[in-house]
């Protein structure tokens, strides 16, 4: 009896194993997913851990140029392991073709380099008006929420544009538009950017063109948190700072709802606007406000991916320096992503420079640099193939 009591207990105790065992590797399934279930086991550490400060930096930058042909410089900090990706304009372009040709030879230069990951490719081809490539999505948000079957008019546009882009060698989109408009013609809806003046309306078109465009493994950009959609004709943010006075209230009920179904839809990416928000932070634009990047959209609304600004370039930030002060702000606000739109390599070498400096010299801490550049890694690593 004493013998057979043994082999129970020991039998019971293996099973009791089992079923621990299985519990902590079900857990660490999950932890390894993450919360929004989007993971894939990829750690980007082994990459940044190695980089100089520099090549951390330059994991952050978005650079731009003038012309059809890349410059030597651009190509040279490519391979150095200090940028990104790059942002075209209709002036970089002539033929799909032409940029595919363009996107080889940059994606070339970034296989030489320390990182070896895809670089971010990026344009804005939102639909209508607003489109750097000839082809889909033919139609605008507006027209597309006006149409007679709206849901799945934005699903033929998200992935029209995800077969678009990545026909001519580009793996993330500049869009879809979240701003929900408040007036017909004001800035947002005069080349009707915007789906509707209702958010709900926002909210589910903008989640059906990002899933449908994100299949394609073209990155979805939703702009610009959070929200434009008040902003009067006029209130250009590329052009001239803009306030919009809304109460609390209407921020979140209003503009950020979008966002909430956005993000339920595993947006890659957030662009901030450079708007200031005085109900959220009287002192600084979104872009620049810790309160708005790291309070509204990564605590109050939960995102795990990666924050790009909008144009650094932008006429919104005159009163908050030239290039470098720029960067630095929008980096220690808890941007991952400096979008350097003048069309010069050289703002984007300013801006990588200031990053590297700044971390360097401790005006920015390394732990939280290091955890934006992982982020932009595991982006840039969910793009390949």
Request: glycine content about 10%; hydrophobic content about 40%; proline content about 4%.
């Amino acid at each position: 009896m004493r013998l057979e009591r043994t082999v129970i207990w020991r039998r019971r105790i293996a099973a009791v194993s089992a079923i621990v065992g299985l519990g902590v590797a079900m857990l660490v399934l999950v932890l390894a997913v993450g919360a929004d279930g989007a993971g894939s086991g990829y750690s980007p550490s082994p990459i940044s851990s190695k980089l100089t400060p520099l090549q951390l930096a330059g994991q952050r930058v978005i650079y731009s140029y003038k012309g059809l042909t890349p410059p030597a410089s651009l190509l040279r900090a490519i391979r150095r392991g200090e940028a990104a990706g790059v942002v075209f304009f209709s002036g970089n372009i002539s033929s799909s073709a032409q940029l595919h040709t363009v996107a080889t030879q940059l994606q070339n230069a970034a296989q030489q380099s320390p990182v070896k990951l895809p670089l971010l490719l990026m344009t804005d081809q939102e639909g209508g008006q607003v489109r750097r490539l000839p082809g889909a999505p033919i139609y605008s948000e507006k027209q597309i929420g006006e149409s007679s079957d709206p849901a799945s008019a934005a699903r033929r546009a998200g992935r029209g544009a995800g077969l678009n882009l990545k026909k001519a060698g580009l793996n993330v989109n500049l869009a879809p538009v979240l701003d929900v408009y408040r007036k017909a013609g004001n800035f947002i809806d005069e080349f009707g950017r915007s789906y509707s003046s209702n958010s709900h309306v926002v909210a589910t078109l903008g989640a059906d063109f990002i899933t449908k465009q994100q299949q394609v493994n073209v990155a979805a950009t939703v702009k610009h948190f959070p929200g434009i959609g008040a902003a009067a004709r006029t209130q250009d943010t590329d052009s001239v700072p803009v306030t919009l006075r809304l109460t609390k209230s209407q921020i979140r009920n209003v503009d950020e709802l979008p966002y909430r179904s956005a993000i339920t839809a595993h947006t890659d990416l957030v662009m901030v606007s450079w708007a200031r928000y005085p109900a959220l932070d009287s002192k600084y634009p979104a872009g620049l406000s810790p309160t708005i990047v790291h309070g509204e959209l990564r605590s109050r609304l939960k995102f795990k991916g990666v924050t790009i600004t909008d144009a650094l370039e932008a006429g919104a930030l005159k009163g908050f320096g030239g290039t470098s002060e720029r960067a630095f702000l929008a980096a220690r606000a808890g941007m991952d992503l400096i979008l350097c739109a003048s069309k010069s390599a050289g703002q984007g070498a300013a801006a990588d420079k200031a990053l590297g400096n700044a971390l360097t010299a401790h005006h920015l801490a390394r732990s939280t640099f290091v955890a934006e550049v992982n982020r932009v890694l595991t982006l840039r690593h969910g793009l390949k193939g």
